[in-house]
T-cell receptor
Framework: DSGVTQTPKHLITATGQRVTLRCSPR?????VYWYQQSLDQGLQFLIQ???????AKGNILERFSAQQFPDLHSELNLSSLELGDSALYFC???????????FGPGTRLTVT | AQKITQTQPGMFVQEKEAVTLDCTYD???????LFWYKQPSSGEMIFLIY??????QNATEGRYSLNFQKARKSANLVISASQLGDSAMYFC????????????FGTGTSLTVIP
């Protein structure tokens, strides 16, 4: 158990819908990262927050947005969902913005 | 060009033997970090080992060691005394950049440990 929690574990929704994925980092970690893992794209870095501020942006679509709250938990919002958004979404956290990351168990999103 | 290249899609190793998983990277940054993660069939990503670009010594964590050859831009993972529980996907990753870090993962190597 990495100490990073993610909810929900599984999510099934229809195209065009919007969902919110939630992540709580390990105690003491200020940095939160979001990744998407799919069979065709592999593991893709989406976005990083550090102590509430956006720190780095990767391959995040405009339909996706994220934020980190004062209590350091983070949410990833996915809207206008498409079939191709079906993937495993990981949250990770780290103490400092450049250190090793500890991953949550992931949220499996299925868009039908 | 790929930022992280793992050329071995699948590897087999006999239990108790050592195995090397290859990773090469591409960056023009002076400051970067290299990571290895393990992903068992259950799906979670487990951090194994980290090497900073300025670290002169190769990183070691228990049975894992990272063979860092900066000039060749390679960061191979060596697992000694393989165990059945080591069967998993292994991903090499790189953190690149200063203030706005970017993170890149390789396509992974599937390791199977044979009893």
């Amino acid at each position: 158990d990495s100490g990073v929690t993610q909810t929900p574990k599984h999510l099934i929704t229809a195209t065009g819908q919007r969902v919110t994925l939630r992540c709580s980092p390990r105690s003491g970690d200020l940095s939160v990262y979001w990744y998407q893992q799919s069979l065709d794209q592999g593991l893709q870095f989406l976005i990083q927050y550090y102590n509430g501020e956006e720190r780095a942006k990767g391959n995040i679509l405009e339909r996706f947005s994220a934020q980190q709250f004062p209590d350091l938990h983070s949410e990833l919002n996915l809207s206008s969902l498409e079939l191709g958004d079906s993937a495993l979404y990981f949250c990770a956290s780290s103490v400092d913005p450049a250190g090793e990351q500890y991953f949550g168990p992931g949220t499996r999103l299925t868009v039908t | 060009a790929q930022k992280i290249t793992q050329t071995q899609p699948g590897m087999f190793v006999q239990e108790k033997e050592a195995v090397t998983l290859d990773c090469t990277y591409d960056t023009s940054d002076q400051s970067y970090g290299l990571f290895w993660y393990k992903q068992p069939s259950s799906g979670e990503m487990i951090f194994l080992i980290y090497q900073g670009s300025y670290d002169e010594q190769n990183a070691t964590e228990g049975r894992y060691s990272l063979n860092f050859q900066k000039a060749r831009k390679s960061a191979n993972l060596v697992i000694s005394a393989s165990q059945l529980g080591d069967s998993a996907m292994y991903f090499c990753a790189m953190r690149e950049g200063g203030v706005g870090n970017q993170f890149y993962f390789g396509t992974g190597t599937s390791l199977t440990v044979i009893p």
